[in-house]
């Protein structure tokens, strides 16, 4: 008697649930590939649905976000209208914890659109967000919900762009560093070449008693010169 009661009522919601709009954010989290129309889910209360996150997360495809917290992600619709509505709202569970808080969608879909249809829209984690879940312990977990209440989790990683705008910038110091430290060495051997070179002039001086006064105070100007050209 119960379980007829609750397969009615099961019944009853799916068709609620296909009465309203269909929409998904890839790559949708516990479906593999492409979404279908069956795979998209309205989001009430839990953020992800009814997808068990802990199950999914490893495996699941994700997308990076840019050093910025940027990233962008495929709406797609299944119905027409208001109802299979394109634009979505955002929020962001960045260690697994299940408590998600607000982010920002900077690009988005078609509130209501007259065919089915992918766009892309982009979306920023909030400043500052560490991205810590998963295995990698670099996964955000982050629900996407539509203006017709439909959507899914997409995992978004820090890594990839993110991590290799940082090394880029940590490579630069580097190489700035590697740099200037040739070119204290370069100058060095500039100094210790020009030096060899006023001796030799020193000794030629020696040779040329007649040329003795010019010589000097062509070395002092000299040696002024590369001392200013060393520590400009
Ligand atoms: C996870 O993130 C939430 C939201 O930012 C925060 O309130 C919570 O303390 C974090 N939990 C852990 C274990 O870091
Ligand atoms: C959208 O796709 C669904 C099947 O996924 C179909 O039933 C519906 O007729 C399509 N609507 C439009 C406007 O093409």
Not at 77 to 99: C, W
Request: proline share 2%.
């Amino acid at each position: 008697m119960f379980s007829k009661a609750f397969a009615v009522a099961a019944l009853a919601l799916t068709f609620t649930a296909q009465a309203y709009a269909h929409a998904t954010v890839s790559p949708v989290l516990g479906v593999n590939g492409a979404p279908k129309r069956s795979d998209a889910q309205r989001i009430r209360g839990a953020p992800c649905g009814n997808t068990n996150v802990a199950a999914n997360i490893d495996k699941a495809a994700s997308v990076n976000a840019a050093a910025d917290g940027s990233f962008t992600v495929t709406a797609t619709n299944f119905n027409r209208g208001r109802d299979g509505s394109r634009q979505f709202t955002m929020s962001v569970d960045a260690n697994g914890s299940g408590k998600f808080v607000a982010g920002k969608v900077t690009k988005n879909g078609v509130l209501a659109p007259t065919s089915n249809a992918s766009e892309q829209i982009t979306a920023v984690l909030p400043a500052g967000t560490k991205c810590t879940a998963g295995a990698g312990k670099n996964a955000c977990v982050v629900s996407f919900k539509s203006a017709g209440n439909f959507g899914n989790c997409v995992i978004v990683k820090q890594g990839g762009a993110a991590r290799r705008d940082e090394a880029i910038a940590a490579g630069t110091r580097a190489a700035r560093a590697a740099r200037r430290a040739e070119e204290v060495e370069a100058a060095v051997e500039v100094e210790d070449d020009l030096e060899d070179d006023l001796e030799e002039d020193d000794h030629e001086e020696d040779d040329f008693e007649d040329d003795h006064e010019e010589g000097d105070a062509e070395v002092i100007v000299k040696r002024s010169n590369i001392l200013s050209w060393i520590w400009a």
